[in-house]
């Protein structure tokens, strides 16, 4: 892909004089945030209605739900929500709640069928979320089933992600939030990775987790052996698509481009490039045909987060040196986030309510997390860009 490789050689030739001239790209100006938009609990609730609620959220993986016919039954805050795939390919997104009395009419999991029972009285709905059969109909009573249908959601498949809008009463336009970020994404072709494997994790509170997922600024302080061991700290390349990020951090090997004509460059070498989707997924560590993708929610009770880490491969691993990478790749990734960065979080948010600081410090050279804390002010009325 031509395009891809000119964009990586943009992208490595700025890393590349930013380590020769002691520079990173930055912010106009260190930002100041006070510690209770991490703390106050009214704000906090507040500012999650409207930025995962009210706007488009990547709620699963295209490749979760490859076959038609399959579902993912998943939670997302306090919204169970059900995704499915129907006979013709296309996508659709229910709140997981049947019309009858409200219990879930799929469990938790994913997998294969195209016929929904509730779990309660049995009660039975289609993909398309049609209610298609009532148990013991006729002892129940007069009920026209064709009125009766699941809560949908809005749902787009796009770039890979399945989009959903936890407000049933909102219809996005997808391209006005995407802001071209979706064409970025189109690169990584995601849509045709294998899924490896993906796990769960618990994690801090929403802010103060992806502080982190956004931090290039630690990475020799708290992945010194893994995450650190191959970039440069404080060296960044950041560009914005509306509320989304792409960054890269250059690699200790950047200067080596000095000595190849740019035409042989070969950038990926050089550089780890991520996505950050606003407000809550990450694709990052493409590197020797692997990827990881976090998916992060909020808990119900917002005092902490859910991680969906999903590891996929260019194409699935069937030799034993094949499938040995992957492991070694998923290793390293559940280990530099849950065993490095989550602990550092955790260890801030127990702390947090200490009364040590009023305000929290952004700098210069920290544009992404400052760029993420603007568009929350932004969507949530605070200020306006």
């Known amino acids: 892909m031509a395009h891809q490789k000119e964009k990586l050689i943009s992208i490595a030739r700025r890393l590349l004089n930013h380590n020769l001239n002691g520079s990173t790209d930055q912010a106009d100006n260190v930002m100041v945030k006070p510690v209770s938009d991490y703390t106050n609990g009214d704000l906090i609730k507040s500012e999650v209605s409207k930025i995962f609620y009210d706007h488009p959220v990547p709620i699963a993986l295209s490749p979760e739900l490859k076959e038609n016919n399959s579902y993912k039954a998943t939670k997302a805050i306090d919204t169970p929500v059900l995704v499915t795939r129907d006979k013709d390919g296309i996508v659709r997104a229910f709140i997981n709640i049947c019309k009858h009395r409200g219990a879930p009419v799929c469990p938790e999991g994913s997998g294969t069928k195209s016929k929904f029972n509730c779990m309660y009285h049995g009660w039975m709905y289609d993909n398309t979320g049609q209610l298609i059969n009532i148990f013991k109909s006729d002892t129940f009573g007069d009920v026209d089933t064709s009125k009766i249908k699941l809560t949908e959601l809005f749902c787009e498949e796009r770039a890979g992600f399945i989009w959903v809008c936890l407000n049933p009463d909102i219809k996005y336009n997808l391209d006005e939030w995407m802001s071209g970020f979706d064409k970025e994404l189109d690169d990584i072709d995601l849509k045709n990775w294998h899924l490896f494997r993906s796990i769960k994790l618990n994690g801090p ?16 302080m708290v992945h010194p052996k893994t995450v650190g061991k191959n970039t440069i700290v404080n ?6 698509f509306g509320p989304h990020q792409r960054f890269a951090f250059g690699l200790k090997n950047i200067n080596e481009l000095s000595d190849i004509e740019e035409k042989d460059w070969e950038p990926e070498n050089h550089l780890r490039l991520i996505h950050s989707v606003f407000p809550n997924s990450s694709i990052s560590a493409i590197q020797n045909q692997h990827c990881l993708v ?58 947090i309510d200490s009364k040590a600081n009023t305000e929290f410090m952004f700098g210069k050279n920290e544009p992404i997390q400052q760029h993420y804390h603007n568009w929350i002010d932004k969507l949530t009325k605070k200020n306006i860009l």
């Open 294 to 351: 976090s998916i992060v929610f909020p808990t119900p009770d917002l005092q902490g987060t859910i991680t969906s880490q999903y590891i996929l491969c260019l194409k699935e691993p069937k030799t034993n040196q094949e499938i040995k990478e992957a492991e070694e790749f998923a290793k390293l990734a559940l280990v530099s986030i849950e065993d490095e960065d989550y602990p550092m979080n955790f260890m801030i948010q127990d702390s």
């Open 235 to 240: 060296l960044i390349a950041h560009d914005t």
């Open 205 to 220: 509170r929403w802010k103060i987790c992806w502080d982190g997922y956004l931090d290039g600024y630690h990475h020799h």
